[in-house]
């Protein structure tokens, strides 16, 4: 038994969901907005965890070539004191494979292999319990009805109101990110500084942190807590103004922190929304929501590994009981609703500890997840 199935959205839990399905032998539609893989930046580098991203990527028999892509160098953290202290240096050891980095534009170049993706075909809404199954209505005005649509589709995705009214709300806190390209050749301090992983500064109700990428690349990310239209009076596509900005803010931080938002190229404004902690929904046959689209959390690690966990499990379930589609869908969503709810207390406690009134509380998680 074949059933149709589409997933919305060529991000991590998308694609991971199509690959186990096509490891199974099982079509499946991948409807993906952007007109192109490769029309827009994919983002900074994620660690995959054993147990979860990892675990994703062996069920969809990729395991071995993320090994070869991945860097465990990655994992190394260095946390400074405002005034340039190091606080915390911690480097793993060399057979350290717990939590090694990927670009994300690597990760979807390895996941996306043989799947033919539908780029270009943006989904407006479905809507279920039609006679033939699910409408998946297109933004071109064009319908096509399955039997399951998967909302892969990130934060602010087209089909959760299909299956819940709630929406993303903002944490309180906004985060700024840049770049530092070529950073060996042109800022070798800076790489000195940021090392082959991470580097994070903590401050009152702010933070900085550099993470390396592959190929000489920085991403910086300045984090404060601040009204969602702090920037009303700045002009967000001004480069110079921004930087002005948010160099003031972190005034008087030890200089090579400023630095790396004084070389930044470009500024992108991310503010952090969160679904509620404890987000479920009445089932609704025919449709169901993977990753962000179904648990938006704080951007602590977990988000990407969930979603792909999600995507190779939803994916096995079908698989090994196509004929009751609905029933499979329905034990996925059980054990996504308890692991997401344990994750997403986890991440909305971090997250109010890395911006937090009192900096030690930042040094105090840090020590808890991997002491010093």
């Known amino acids: 038994m074949r059933h149709r199935i589409a997933v919305v959205g060529a991000g991590p839990a998308g694609l991971t969901f199509a690959r186990v399905l096509h ?125 399951l649509a998967v909302g892969a589709d990130g934060a602010w995705s087209r089909i959760r109101p299909t299956v819940s009214p709630v929406t993303p709300h903002y944490t309180g806190i906004s985060s700024v990110e840049t770049s530092l390209n070529d950073v060996d050749a042109r800022h070798a301090d800076l790489a000195r500084l940021v090392g ?10 702010r933070a900085l942190v550099a993470q390396r990428n592959s190929g000489g690349h920085v991403k910086v990310y300045a984090q404060f807590r601040a009204p969602l239209d702090w920037h009303a009076n700045l002009d967000l596509t001004d480069v110079e103004a921004v930087r002005s900005s948010l160099l003031a803010l972190f005034d008087g931080w030890a200089a090579p922190a400023l630095e790396l938002l004084r070389h930044g190229t470009a500024f992108v404004h991310r503010p952090l929304h969160v679904l509620p902690v404890s987000h479920t929904w009445t089932h609704v046959p025919g449709v169901t929501l993977l990753g962000d689209a179904a648990h938006l959390m704080p951007p602590l690690g977990a988000g990407a590994n969930l979603a792909m966990l999600e995507g190779a499990e939803l994916a096995e379930s079908i698989a090994r009981d196509p004929a009751d589609l609905d029933q499979a869908v329905r034990a996925f969503e059980e054990q996504m609703w308890a692991r997401a709810n344990s994750w997403a207390k986890i991440t909305t406690s971090g997250l109010e500890r890395l911006v937090s009134p009192d900096p030690r509380q930042a040094l105090a998680l840090f020590d808890q997840v991997q002491p010093s």
């Open 23 to 147: 490891r199974h032998d099982y079509p499946i539609a991948v409807l993906e907005r952007d007109p192109a893989p490769d029309v827009r930046p994919q983002g900074g580098t994620l660690d995959l965890h054993e147990g979860l991203g990892q675990l994703a990527l062996e069920k969809a028999g990729l395991l071995t070539a993320f090994q070869a892509l991945s860097r465990p160098e990655g994992q190394a953290m260095r946390i400074l004191d405002t005034d340039g202290t190091v606080l915390r240096d911690w480097q793993p050891r060399p057979d350290e494979r717990a939590n090694p980095e990927i670009d994300r534009g690597q990760l979807r170049d390895l996941l996306l292999g043989p799947l033919d993706v539908q780029w270009g075909r943006g989904v407006t809404q479905v809507v279920p319990a039609t006679r033939d199954g699910v409408l998946v209505q297109f933004d071109d005005g064009r319908e096509e009805t399955f039997d």
């Open 196 to 205: 082959n992983g991470s580097l994070a500064v903590y401050g009152v109700n």
